[in-house]
């Protein structure tokens, strides 16, 4: 029997103060062993940096370890997210990509800077300080103007200045999304589209993306979250019958303390859904 078709816990979308998470590789590992986690995927925001620090964690913990990564691409001008499981973080295609992907963040953190520093902001001094992040990204900025006093949350920051239509937003110029499956397949990694329904695409245009990203060598995509509505969770599900993709379970954990995104939250497959650890050889 896998893993999947137990009553096993499995996440395998996490992030770490490596990207956009808050705590350490080992803490979130410490954490998921608490919550009873099995299996455990690290996939932080364009860098693995973390994940030799959440494996030898998870070893000394008794879990599984999945090294992962979640990389930025652009489809038709759409930002979309690849996640990347069993990949080696060492691979240097990947590590090059990587390199990539971090230089475009931080030019976007300053060009944000300076938006808000045109807007009245300490915009300098707010992207200096997010700049220090392995990963910067706008959720660092967001918390940086809660924690400036400039916003009551992270939250109502990140509505009043940066998303999109506000005064700090930048648009993002990843890479295409075929070049971020190709490198997690370099890495030898498998391909899974991360939390599909959060792109706000009508289902023939979803469609369009899911056979794309088959097209490119994708293998699974996400299709049991948290907080996922019933009729998103049965879009997903047929989707993923449709294209014949694995179907992966992730929390999309950040911190404690989010009901919406408990790590290791236990979840179970759709009917005739091909489980991703069956894909992973688990």
């Known amino acids: 029997m896998t893993l999947s078709t ?7 979308h996490t992030h770490s103060h490596c990207s956009d998470g808050v705590l350490a590789p080992a803490a979130l590992v410490a954490l998921a062993a608490q919550r009873q986690v099995q299996l455990l995927a690290l996939t932080d925001h364009d860098t693995a940096i973390g994940c030799a ?6 070893q000394a913990h008794g879990l599984r370890f999945v090294p992962g990564i979640e990389l930025s691409s652009l489809w038709e001008q759409r930002e979309v997210h ?6 080696d973080p060492a691979h240097a295609s990947l590590q090059a990509h990587c390199a990539t992907l971090l230089q475009l963040r931080r030019q976007r953190i300053a060009a944000i800077g300076e938006r808000l520093a045109r807007a009245g902001l300490p915009g300098a001094e707010l992207a200096r300080q997010a700049l220090q992040a392995p990963a910067p990204t706008r959720t660092h900025l967001a918390r940086l103007l809660c924690a400036h006093g400039l916003a009551a949350s992270a939250e109502a920051g990140f509505e009043r200045w940066l998303k999109q239509g506000q005064p700090g937003y930048v648009a993002a110029l990843w890479p295409p999304l075929t070049d971020a499956v190709n490198r997690i397949v370099d890495a030898g990694g498998i391909a899974v589209l991360a939390h599909p329904h959060r792109y706000r695409l009508s289902s023939g245009r979803l469609r369009e993306l899911l056979a794309q990203f088959k097209a490119a060598g994708g293998v699974g995509m996400e299709v049991s979250l948290p907080g996922t ?5 049965d879009r997903l599900a047929a989707l993923a019958r449709h294209f014949d993709l694995a179907g992966s379970i992730g929390s999309d954990f950040h911190q404690p303390g989010l009901p919406w995104r408990p790590l290791g939250r236990f979840a179970k497959l759709p009917d005739r859904i091909t489980p991703i650890t069956d894909r992973l050889g688990l």
Do not use: F, K, M, Q
């Not at 690849?82 to 990949?87: A, Q, Y």
């Open 6 to 12: 137990l009553d096993a816990r499995i996440d395998l």
């Open 53 to 58: 620090e959440a494996l030898a964690a998870c």
């Open 82 to 87: 690849v996640i990347g499981l069993n990949i």
């Open 229 to 233: 509505a019933p009729r998103d969770a």
